[in-house]
């Protein structure tokens, strides 16, 4: 189902010229500027394939092309991310059940060499640290080349409705799918930033003296970028955590459903269970509420609420239950979620029996947090350290976001999971001191790494920035 009204978002001007799709023979409308997955659900199609040896129902979770839930057929060709490929006029689309071959009509492409893009930055990422990076090393003098995987720039910003805290240099008081038009318009009158989107980075390596990005665009076009300095802002992946039928189509991580409704104005369901009362989790029940959807509950494993008081006092006031001490035991259903049994827990993390509550829902949101999507990283041989208060494993870098190899930054969420303001003034910090280190950028630009430092550090001052500041201490090295 499609939403025609929202209270901020105006999903009717959004939506591009109406199409159509081919799902296993059936025609499914469809909207240019939309992904396959996007088309799919609003058409009410939840199963998107099976599992290769059990054949278990499979259907989306991250929407972000990060996981391997949403693989399908398309036009022939097998294990296709329909959750960031556009839909387009006559697609065929189908599921897969077992293990997905090349059908023999399908030749492979004939070799050619890459295509060969230099510039002095190569920026992976497109989010609020990718495009704040991308900004602050353009101004700086440097020519810089922007990939991000996605069909359009702006990471998690596009699906933020709430408005920002901190200061107005910040973005305080502005909505985030705002601050991804800002950003957006910023980079793109900037003729020194050359962007590339629907690119994939599938690898990345030292090659002599330069940085050596390779790119896969629209899954068809291999390209080389090459560059004397890299910020890697690739963001983060949705946790999952153990419980039975979590495998069921209509378990989502929490940006999935974001990305549904706020994106591209798609119902995610009817009636939802929310599994983490942390900031995601409680802003993700008031974008539901907004969305038209019935919130039953928040479950929270710890004994009190992790995200902001006001956030929480907002959904109690719209009538929905927090559950703390909570957990869910399994999600059931037949081919999709129709119910969820949560049970309150005891001090060593053990459900209670007869304390168990079901909840008829079609919809269950994870938001139990995020992993720094370190791939890139790792493969080109960043050093690597395990830090709990940071999301998981984070590269080891300096105060100015470099990592321990010279000319190699980080920014964002793959830094460690913070919020999209501290993602932005890391990226201005990595962005800057790129251009500081290959030499595009005047002593004058210290001043601006010091001042977003500064603000770095009034943000985190805070009682939520306490243990990311704990976390910080373990990786950052001078």
């Given at each position: 189902?499609r939403?025609t009204?929202?209270?901020i978002?105006n999903?009717q001007?959004?939506?591009?010229?109406?199409?159509?799709?081919?799902?296993e023979?059936q025609?499914?409308e469809a909207?240019?500027?939309?992904t396959i997955?996007?088309?799919?659900?609003a058409?009410g199609?939840?199963?998107?394939?099976?599992?290769?040896h059990?054949?278990?129902?499979r259907?989306?979770?991250?929407?972000i092309?990060?996981?391997?839930s949403c693989l399908m057929?398309?036009n022939?060709?097998p294990?296709?991310?329909?959750?960031i490929t556009l839909v387009?006029d006559?697609m065929?689309i189908?599921?897969?059940?077992?293990k997905?071959k090349l059908p023999p009509?399908?030749?492979?492409p004939k070799?050619?060499?890459a295509?060969?893009?230099s510039?002095?930055?190569?920026i992976?990422?497109g989010?609020?640290?990718g495009l704040?990076?991308?900004i602050?090393a353009?101004?700086?003098?440097?020519?810089?080349?922007?990939?991000?995987?996605?069909?359009?720039?702006?990471?998690?910003?596009?699906k933020?409705?709430?408005?920002f805290?901190?200061k107005?240099?910040?973005f305080?008081?502005v909505r985030?799918?705002?601050?991804?038009?800002?950003?957006e318009?910023e980079?793109?009158k900037?003729e020194?930033?050359e962007?590339?989107?629907?690119?994939?980075a599938i690898?990345?390596?030292?090659d002599?003296?330069?940085k050596?990005v390779?790119?896969?665009?629209k899954?068809?076009?291999l390209?080389?970028?090459r560059?004397k300095?890299?910020?890697?802002?690739?963001g983060?992946?949705?946790?999952?955590i153990?419980f039975?039928?979590?495998d069921?189509?209509?378990v989502?991580?929490a940006?999935?459903?974001?990305?549904l409704m706020?994106?591209?104005?798609?119902?995610?369901?009817?009636?939802?269970l929310?599994v983490?009362?942390?900031?995601v989790?409680?802003?993700?029940?008031?974008q539901?509420?907004?969305?038209?959807v019935?919130?039953?509950?928040?479950v929270?494993a710890?004994?009190?609420?992790?995200?902001?008081?006001v956030?929480?006092?907002?959904?109690?006031?719209l009538?929905?239950?927090?559950l703390?001490?909570?957990?869910?035991?399994?999600?059931?259903?037949?081919e999709?979620?129709?119910?969820a049994?949560?049970a309150q827990?005891?001090?060593k993390?053990?459900s209670i029996?007869?304390?168990e509550?079901?909840f008829?829902?079609d919809?269950?949101?994870?938001?139990v947090?995020l992993?720094?999507?370190?791939?890139?990283l790792?493969?080109v041989?960043?050093q690597?350290?395990?830090?709990?208060e940071l999301?998981?494993?984070?590269?080891?870098?300096?105060?100015?976001?470099?990592?321990?190899?010279?000319?190699?930054?980080?920014?964002?969420?793959?830094?460690?999971i913070e919020?999209?303001?501290?993602?932005m003034l890391e990226g201005k910090?990595?962005?800057?001191?790129?251009?500081?280190e290959?030499g595009?950028?005047?002593?004058?630009?210290f001043?601006?790494?010091?001042?977003?430092?500064?603000e770095?550090?009034?943000?985190?001052?805070?009682?939520?920035?306490r243990?990311?500041?704990?976390?910080?201490?373990?990786v950052?090295?001078?």
């Open positions: 189902m939403l009204e929202h209270p978002l999903f001007e959004k939506r591009g010229r109406k199409i159509t799709i081919y799902f023979g025609p499914i909207y240019e500027g939309e997955v996007m088309a799919l659900h058409a199609i939840r199963v998107l394939g099976y599992s290769v059990k054949h278990r129902p259907g989306l979770f991250c929407a092309g990060k996981c391997a057929t398309v022939g060709i294990n296709v991310r329909t959750c387009e006559g065929k189908e599921r897969q059940k077992d997905p009509t399908v030749k492979p070799f050619k060499e295509k060969k893009v510039g002095d930055i190569v992976i990422g989010g609020p640290a704040m990076a991308a602050n353009a101004d700086a003098g440097a020519k810089v080349i922007l990939l991000d995987e996605n069909p359009m720039l702006g990471g998690q910003l596009v933020q409705t709430h408005k805290f901190g107005r240099e910040q305080a008081g985030g799918v705002k601050i991804a038009e800002i950003l318009e980079v793109r900037r020194n930033i962007i590339f989107l629907e690119t994939s690898m990345l390596l030292q002599g003296d330069e050596l390779v790119g896969v665009r899954n068809k076009e390209i080389e970028f560059g300095a890299v910020i890697v802002a690739t983060a992946m949705e946790k999952m153990p039975e039928g979590n069921l189509p209509g989502y991580g940006g999935a459903i974001q990305t706020n994106t591209y104005g798609v119902k995610p369901g009817d009636r939802v929310i983490g009362a942390g900031n989790g409680l802003i993700l029940a008031y539901l509420i907004q969305a038209g019935d919130v039953k509950a928040i929270e710890m004994p009190k609420i992790g995200g902001y008081f956030h929480a006092a907002k959904i109690r006031r009538g929905v239950p927090i703390t001490r909570h957990t869910i035991l399994r999600a059931e259903g037949k999709k979620v129709e119910r049994v949560v827990i005891d001090e993390w053990r029996p007869g304390t509550k079901v008829d829902v919809v269950i949101a994870l938001a947090g992993r720094p999507s370190i791939e890139l790792h493969q041989g960043c690597i350290k395990y830090v709990p999301g998981g494993h984070v590269v080891i870098r300096d105060s100015r976001m470099e990592t321990t190899i010279k000319g190699i930054f980080v920014a964002g969420d793959s830094a460690g919020e999209a303001t501290t993602a910090i990595a962005g800057i001191a790129a251009a500081l290959i595009t950028a005047s002593s004058e630009w001043k601006e790494i010091e001042k977003a430092q500064k770095l550090d009034e943000f985190r001052a805070g009682p939520f920035g243990k990311v500041l704990e976390g910080i201490k373990k950052v090295v001078e």
